[in-house]
């Protein structure tokens, strides 16, 4: 055969092998999609969401637990998961709270001397800067026992757990200041703010809420409790927290419900309102 003629035949094997392939790979997906009774519109759902191994996803969530305890990071669009962050619980599989390091962490969320060996994980929230996240830490609150995390994002692992003395419960954290200046973690159910018992009759005088402002040093990546402030709140129950930004940059706002207040099962309207007066008493 003349080289003119051989040159000419190769395009037209490569249209006829793809050909084949796309053929073969057709009948192939008709069989799958046919056995596991699926539909186009699944299998274009699938595939949105596949990533091929190696190539990264464009974005990941760091998602709280719950009462795992734990930070859960995953892929979008992939969904993969990537890493389980212990935090509040201790996770042999992982060796958290097995190794020095990591039981000097744990022993930061002891409350009144006992070891709280559990925790409900919610709203985390990345360090910022001018209002815009920059990723370097991540903070998390526990909702059972009012307690604060820092998760350092270059090695995803926990590196400090603060106790709140002061509140018995909360919800409304963690929130970031525009620059991560403070960390906010307010009260969910009004409490005495002392550790003494007062009945559910003294619920207007001696139970209360609280909202407290965690002084962060970005560059040493830790809490300064010594540098935060606690603020007291009427005893209404707290929910969600955060603070201004642009216009309304140096204010800090929590939304309320039980404003009537009741201490029964009945529960007011949800409010919006701003921190009130420093607290009497101080940090023990």
């Keep these: 055969m003349k080289l ?6 190769i395009p037209l094997s490569v249209v006829a092998s793809s050909l084949c392939l796309c053929a073969y790979a057709s009948s192939d997906l008709e069989a799958i999609m046919k056995a596991r009774n699926l539909s ?9 969401t596949y990533q091929p191994s190696g190539r990264r996803d464009e974005y990941m969530v760091f998602s709280s637990g719950g009462q795992s305890g734990q930070v859960i990071v995953y892929g979008v669009p992939s969904m993969r998961i990537y890493k389980y962050i212990a935090v509040f619980t201790p996770e042999p599989w992982q060796g958290y709270g097995y190794d020095q390091e990591s039981k000097k962490v744990l022993a930061g969320g002891k409350i009144r001397g006992r070891d709280i060996t559990w925790g409900d994980s919610h709203h985390p929230a990345f ?3 001018n209002g815009e996240y920059t990723g370097d830490y991540l903070f998390i609150n526990d909702k059972a026992n009012p307690r604060l995390a820092v998760i350092d994002l270059k090695s995803f692992e926990t590196v400090q757990i603060v106790t709140n003395p002061i509140i ?3 919800h409304g954290g963690a929130f970031v200041t525009p620059n ?4 906010i973690e307010a009260s969910q159910y009004a409490a005495p703010l002392d550790d003494n018992y007062a009945p559910i009759e003294a619920y207007e005088s001696r139970y209360r809420g609280a909202v407290t402002m965690w002084k962060f040093d970005m560059k040493k990546g830790r809490i300064n409790e ?7 709140l009427p005893p209404y129950m707290q929910d969600l927290s955060d603070a201004g930004k642009g216009v309304s940059d140096g204010w800090a706002f929590i939304n309320s419900f039980n404003t009537d ?7 007011g309207a949800v409010i919006s309102f701003l921190m009130v007066r420093k607290l009497k008493i101080g940090w023990r």
């Design 127 to 129: 360090t910022e800067r």
């Design 180 to 183: 991560s200046e403070y960390v």
């Design 226 to 232: 010594k540098e935060s402030v606690t603020l007291e």
């Design 40 to 48: 186009e519109k699944d299998i274009l759902a699938a595939a949105k």
């Design 261 to 267: 207040p009741r201490s029964t099962l009945l529960v």
């Design 168 to 170: 018995k419960s909360e």
């Design 4 to 9: 003119k003629q051989w040159v000419k035949l």
